[in-house]
Nanobody, 115 residues
Framework: QVQLVESGGGLVQAGGSLRLSCAAS????????VGWYRQVSDKQRELVAV???????NYADAVKGRFTISRDNAKNAVTLQMNSLKPEDTAVYYC?????????WGQGTQVTVSS
């Protein structure tokens, strides 16, 4: 069983920064793709940023230039640096990891950006 545990969420003013971390119970290099998604209320969960392999990244248009995803294989962790936060970034953020054996999710961490 793979466990992903997010941390780093919280309340921040618009224009501020937060750094989300995701700790995995298995080695991160076992996963082809790791990333972050977010969900607002009952809306569909949406991709924020993913990293495939060691270096290939993909970002949602809404966060390009503001968010940076990185993976640390030595620490079995994935981080999301979020800068210039906007109220519309408010959501529950979920860590995700995929490999040939499955698709795994964390429990989520709340990010609230006040105007």
């Amino acid at each position: 069983q793979v466990q992903l545990v997010e941390s780093g969420g919280g309340l921040v003013q618009a224009g501020g920064s937060l750094r989300l971390s995701c700790a995995a119970s298995r080695r991160i290099w076992n996963f082809n793709t790791v990333g972050w998604y977010r969900q607002v209320s009952d809306k569909q969960r949406e991709l924020v940023a993913v990293i495939t392999g060691p270096f290939v990244t993909n970002y949602a248009d809404a966060v390009k230039g503001r968010f940076t995803i990185s993976r640390d294989n030595a620490k079995n962790a994935v981080t999301l640096q979020m800068n210039s936060l906007k109220p519309e970034d408010t959501a529950v953020y979920y860590c995700n990891a995929k490999n040939d054996r499955g698709d795994y999710w964390g429990q989520g961490t709340q990010v609230t950006v006040s105007s």
